[in-house]
């Protein structure tokens, strides 16, 4: 089947530092990824969809100058939490959709951020 | 826009039992309906999706849902629960974005199964 992952499981980083998040399809290529945040308890909220060869869509009250989405292939997108905060701790899930066949996402394992 | 709706925070259940999660969508074309579950340390995994057709669909680790357009639910059932079901469930509605779909989910329900 497919298989997202995602790079790294987990990260803690001081306030004001960069962090990057990879997210891979392994056996299939996406044109479209989303990029999903998720607090605790709460639900998946979705932060935005990631093009491949093209500008990410943000939804809206999500800063693009601080969440940047790099989808450089078909197989990578990458998100980037600049000059991260403590509110920024979260747990950060991408999907890769299949754009042929039956249209099912398929979901990295998350990435857990705590900014300290 | 879409929404869900998951009225029920948290469900707790005796092993052996039947089990029925609530979902409750407002969408205003065809929806698209996903059940995912997610369980500590593993990403989200689908259950079961309806599309088009057969109103009752089958899922996974014996899970099925039923689309009811009068009523603009998707509840999800199992006819006995394991202790391997404890987990969170999310319903989800999908709207076309190009190529793919975006997922607007529910608030969750968190499943507990007695022993």
């Known amino acids: 089947g497919a298989v997202v992952s995602q790079h790294p499981s987990w990260v803690i980083c001081k306030s004001g530092t960069s962090v990057k998040i990879e997210c891979r399809s392994l056996?299939?290529?996406?044109?479209?990824m989303f990029w999903y945040r998720q607090f605790p308890k709460q639900s998946l909220m979705l932060m935005a969809t990631s093009n491949e060869g093209s500008k990410a869509t943000y939804e809206q009250g999500v800063e693009k100058d601080k969440f940047l989405i790099n989808h450089a292939s078909l197989t990578l997108s990458t998100l980037t939490v600049t000059s991260a905060h403590p509110e920024d701790s979260s747990f950060y899930i991408c999907s890769a959709p299949r754009t042929r066949g039956t249209d099912t996402q398929y979901f990295g394992p998350g990435t857990r951020l705590t900014v300290l | 826009a879409q929404s869900v709706t998951q009225p029920d925070i948290h469900i707790t259940v005796s092993e052996g039992a039947s089990l029925e999660l609530r979902c409750n969508y407002s969408?205003?074309?065809?929806?698209?309906l996903f059940w995912y579950v997610q369980s500590p340390g593993q990403g989200l995994q689908l259950l079961l999706k309806y599309f088009s057709g057969d109103t009752l669909v089958q899922g996974i680790k014996g899970f099925e849902a039923e689309f009811k357009r009068s009523q603009s639910s998707f509840n999800l059932r199992k006819p006995s629960v394991h202790w391997s079901d404890a987990a969170e469930y999310f319903c989800a509605v999908g709207a076309a974005s190009g190529s793919a779909r975006q997922l607007t989910f529910g608030s969750g329900t968190q499943l507990t199964v007695l022993p």
């Open positions: 056996d299939f290529q996406a044109t479209t």
């Open positions: 969408y205003g074309a065809t929806p698209y």
